[in-house]
């Protein structure tokens, strides 16, 4: 791989790099299927990703017709790379085998090894036969939305699709390595502005709120509308705010320190709600809500906007579903994607009936909504939340640190890239959007 690396360097043409010989083996962050039950019995938070995620060379794996070889700069760290890596809510080998029933092609994925990261940016090195609108030498942004195109179920809204799968969650051949082998219709182009690790971090985050907030499919958020963002400074929240200031909205972020608010004060988010400072307790016991701590919150918020909020964006899952059904307005809806603190969720459904509120699931998004969130990055109208930055080798700590919520924003992986700040392709469209601005979350955690 330092082959292309030298050559993606010296500025070598899409021949030049379409000539240099795809290597037997490449290094890559994996799990290993053999040690699937290497934390059983253990409390999650004591679950160590340092000890099973492993940084070592695989097999380059063949490349189908409609699929890309891409080089892979820098990645970036999603919490489904948690949950890979501490085996829960379920080891993801599973998913690779029922992959692996599918088709011929999908059997190059059943391994015994699964090499993880749902993005990353790079120079595509080789495309299939089948493959159109890229081709080697393009720089080039990577959305995790793997979809079976010869679905019927996926023309539509592809994440409606039957077989829809996350890549390097549900696939094999993750972007946490130096090369990745992903489906042409996966590939988005490269912001010219950022470097390649602020190029990296952004299309799984910055694409599912995209949908949540903006498109039909999710909240569709009108001008002027108040939405309440939980873990606002993280890496869905990061987005998300952006997209409510840009549309127009009245965001009300939720954050856990007093850096964070002033974090989200520096991003233009005049209100802000530190949970542990307010000392919410949403749950008296494992199994009993407190109304009243519902109703502190939405007096607290009502306190800072003068109204209840129209929209709940809303991940952390049982340990708040309860108080956002409860805190969303009449006719308001809670968008939701995720459960980071369970999944069994509980509320009271009176809340929900009798005030006409909404729950709408959302997950990822289509081709177009990667899409064009990708643009509003490129046209430097979203911006990177970059936090910090490891190296490929050190990928283990810093899937720690997310697990463990001691991150802010997102954090980058250096894979072939050597160091920060290279790929900038156009520095003047840089200094007008504002190395301050594009730096806002690295300077803070400095
Ligand atoms: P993240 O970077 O860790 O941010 C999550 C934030 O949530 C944290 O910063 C934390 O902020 C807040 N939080 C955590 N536990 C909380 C709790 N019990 N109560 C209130 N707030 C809490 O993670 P992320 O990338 O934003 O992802 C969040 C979740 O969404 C994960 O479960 C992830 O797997 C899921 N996800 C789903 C999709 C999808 O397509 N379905 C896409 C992306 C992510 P504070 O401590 O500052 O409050």
Redesign the pocket.
């Given at each position: 791989m330092q082959e292309f690396l030298s050559a993606i360097q010296s500025g070598a043409s899409g021949e030049e790099i379409a000539a240099i010989p795809i290597p037997e083996s490449y290094r890559a962050a994996f799990v290993s299927r053999d040690e699937v039950e290497l934390f059983h019995g253990m409390a999650s938070d004591d679950k160590d990703p340092r000890k099973s995620l492993h940084v070592g060379e695989v097999s380059v794996p063949e490349l189908a017709p409609d699929e890309a070889y891409v080089a892979v700069m820098a990645s970036a760290i999603?919490?489904?790379t948690?949950?890979t890596s501490i085996f829960e809510p379920l080891s993801t080998f599973g998913f690779l085998d029922r992959l692996g029933r599918e088709s011929e092609w999908g059997s190059r994925h059943a391994l015994a090894e699964h090499v993880v990261g749902s993005d990353a940016s790079g120079v595509v090195v080789r495309v299939g036969t089948a493959v159109r609108n890229w081709k080697p030498g393009d720089r080039v942004t990577i959305h995790c939305n793997y979809v079976d195109d010869q679905s019927p179920s996926a023309h539509d809204d592809s994440m409606r699709a039957d077989n829809q799968r996350?890549w390097g969650y549900e696939t094999n051949f993750g972007g946490l390595a130096d090369l990745t082998l992903v489906k042409a219709n996966q590939l988005m182009p490269k912001p010219a502005h950022l470097s390649w690790e602020e190029s990296a971090i952004n299309a799984?985050?910055n694409s599912?709120s995209y949908r949540m907030l903006v498109s039909r499919n999710g909240a569709a958020m009108s001008q002027g509308q108040r939405v309440l963002i939980?873990?606002?400074?993280?890496?869905?929240?990061?987005y998300a705010v952006q997209y409510v200031l840009n549309g127009g909205g009245v965001p009300i972020g939720?954050?856990?320190?007093p850096e964070?608010v002033d974090l989200l004060h520096e991003l233009g988010v005049e209100a802000v709600i530190d949970?542990?400072a307010a000392g919410y307790r949403f749950w008296k016991d494992d199994h009993t809500q407190d109304e009243a701590e519902w109703r502190r919150l939405g007096k607290d918020i009502r306190a800072l906007v003068g109204d209840d909020v129209d929209i709940v964006f809303e991940?952390?899952?049982?340990?708040?579903m309860g108080a956002s059904v409860f805190a969303a307005k009449r006719g308001g809806i809670v968008m939701t994607?995720?459960?980071?603190?369970g999944y069994m969720i509980e509320y009271d459904n009176r809340h929900l009936w009798m005030k006409l509120k909404t729950i709408k699931g959302?997950?990822?998004?289509n081709y177009r909504e990667a899409w064009d969130a990708n643009q509003l990055v490129c046209d430097g109208k979203v911006l990177p939340p970059l936090s910090a930055l490891y190296p490929l080798d050190e990928v283990g700590d810093a899937v720690y640190q997310?697990h463990h919520?001691l991150?802010?924003?997102?954090i980058g992986v250096l894979c072939l890239a050597p160091e920060e700040g290279l790929g900038v392709d156009d520095p003047e469209f840089r200094s007008r959007v504002g190395e301050d601005r594009i730096n806002l979350f690295r300077r803070h955690k400095a």
């Amino acid at each position: 791989m330092q082959e292309f690396l030298s050559a993606i360097q010296s500025g070598a043409s899409g021949e030049e790099i379409a000539a240099i010989p795809i290597p037997e083996s490449y290094r890559a962050a994996f799990v290993s299927r053999d040690e699937v039950e290497l934390f059983h019995g253990m409390a999650s938070d004591d679950k160590d990703p340092r000890k099973s995620l492993h940084v070592g060379e695989v097999s380059v794996p063949e490349l189908a017709p409609d699929e890309a070889y891409v080089a892979v700069m820098a990645s970036a760290i999603n919490f489904n790379t948690v949950w890979t890596s501490i085996f829960e809510p379920l080891s993801t080998f599973g998913f690779l085998d029922r992959l692996g029933r599918e088709s011929e092609w999908g059997s190059r994925h059943a391994l015994a090894e699964h090499v993880v990261g749902s993005d990353a940016s790079g120079v595509v090195v080789r495309v299939g036969t089948a493959v159109r609108n890229w081709k080697p030498g393009d720089r080039v942004t990577i959305h995790c939305n793997y979809v079976d195109d010869q679905s019927p179920s996926a023309h539509d809204d592809s994440m409606r699709a039957d077989n829809q799968r996350i890549w390097g969650y549900e696939t094999n051949f993750g972007g946490l390595a130096d090369l990745t082998l992903v489906k042409a219709n996966q590939l988005m182009p490269k912001p010219a502005h950022l470097s390649w690790e602020e190029s990296a971090i952004n299309a799984l985050c910055n694409s599912t709120s995209y949908r949540m907030l903006v498109s039909r499919n999710g909240a569709a958020m009108s001008q002027g509308q108040r939405v309440l963002i939980w873990g606002a400074s993280g890496g869905l929240g990061a987005y998300a705010v952006q997209y409510v200031l840009n549309g127009g909205g009245v965001p009300i972020g939720v954050v856990s320190s007093p850096e964070k608010v002033d974090l989200l004060h520096e991003l233009g988010v005049e209100a802000v709600i530190d949970r542990r400072a307010a000392g919410y307790r949403f749950w008296k016991d494992d199994h009993t809500q407190d109304e009243a701590e519902w109703r502190r919150l939405g007096k607290d918020i009502r306190a800072l906007v003068g109204d209840d909020v129209d929209i709940v964006f809303e991940h952390p899952g049982r340990q708040t579903m309860g108080a956002s059904v409860f805190a969303a307005k009449r006719g308001g809806i809670v968008m939701t994607c995720a459960a980071t603190s369970g999944y069994m969720i509980e509320y009271d459904n009176r809340h929900l009936w009798m005030k006409l509120k909404t729950i709408k699931g959302s997950h990822f998004a289509n081709y177009r909504e990667a899409w064009d969130a990708n643009q509003l990055v490129c046209d430097g109208k979203v911006l990177p939340p970059l936090s910090a930055l490891y190296p490929l080798d050190e990928v283990g700590d810093a899937v720690y640190q997310v697990h463990h919520n001691l991150h802010e924003g997102k954090i980058g992986v250096l894979c072939l890239a050597p160091e920060e700040g290279l790929g900038v392709d156009d520095p003047e469209f840089r200094s007008r959007v504002g190395e301050d601005r594009i730096n806002l979350f690295r300077r803070h955690k400095a």
